[in-house]
């Protein structure tokens, strides 16, 4: 088994409330109501994720599969000169893959692989946002359980592909800013872990005073729970 790789955030108090940075043969689910800074954190970690590995990084490529529209290589090409980096090169190393129904988007994970076997070097696969095509597809309380065992057949993939890979996967998931969001998880089921052995962090984004943004973190196989503020700037994400 290969030693589990870490991608910083950006944030130095981000990266310690989860142990180093964002792990690789995991999933990191991000949670939060709509502008909390998922889909910020998401083009962060395209671009720190080909950092060499004494800058945070793992010198690798990254896949972003876009169910919103959210993706925005405007944003990337701010973030990478705020580290120093070719914006072409940069560019060159992400494959953003545009989902249209989950179906598709269940088919650009798998496809993920086919990427990787043609020598593609990916230790990062987004998911932004996870949820958005199965709830618009599965409503109402009869298509529940079906939507369920899709999106576990979804994080099944994924969680393959992070541990054959050693790669990283950052989904993100939009709930509404009240108490019950916790229970708002796809990769939790009621009783119980979803993904059994699989190692999942969730972090659970709000918006601070000023910008800021509050991170906690709310699930992880080894962490204590814990908070820490970080915020979005021109330059990505700081402390
Ligand atoms: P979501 O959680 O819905 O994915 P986003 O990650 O898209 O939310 O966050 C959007 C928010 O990020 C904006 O509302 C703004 O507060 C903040 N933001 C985006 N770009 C910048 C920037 N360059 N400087 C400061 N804040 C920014």
């Not at 964002?22 to 998401?42: D, H, N, W």
């Not at 529209?69 to 944003?75: A, I, L, S």
């Not at 990478?80 to 893959?97: H, K, Q, T, W």
Request: overall charge negative; proline content about 3%.
């Amino acid at each position: 088994r290969k030693d589990i790789g870490r991608i910083t955030t950006g944030s130095k108090a981000l990266d310690e409330l989860i142990g180093g940075g964002i792990e690789t043969q995991a999933i990191t689910e991000v949670f939060g109501e709509y502008g909390s800074g998922k889909s910020q954190l998401a083009h962060e970690l395209v671009v720190t994720v080909q950092l060499p590995e004494d800058r945070g990084g793992l010198n690798g490529e990254a896949v972003f599969i876009d169910t919103e529209n959210t993706f925005r290589p405007e944003r990337v090409e701010q973030i990478a000169n705020a580290f120093e980096l070719n914006i072409e090169e940069v560019m060159e190393r992400i494959y953003i893959a545009r989902a249209f129904n989950s179906s598709h988007q269940i088919l650009m994970a798998e496809k993920v692989n086919e990427l990787i076997q043609e020598g593609k070097d990916i230790r990062l696969v987004i998911v932004d946002s996870l949820t958005s095509h199965f709830r618009a597809e599965y409503v109402g309380r009869e298509s529940l359980a079906t939507r369920q065992q899709k999106l576990n057949q979804h994080l099944h993939t994924l969680q393959n592909i992070a541990n054959t890979y050693n790669a990283a996967i950052f989904v993100t998931n939009q709930v509404q800013a009240r108490p019950d969001a916790f229970f708002g998880s796809p990769t939790k089921a009621i009783g119980g872990h979803v993904l059994g052995h699989a190692a999942t962090y969730r972090i659970w984004l709000k918006k601070g005073l000023a910008g800021k943004r509050i991170a906690r973190l709310v699930d992880s196989p080894h962490l204590p729970e814990g908070e820490c503020v970080f915020k979005i700037t021109n330059d990505g994400i700081v402390d």
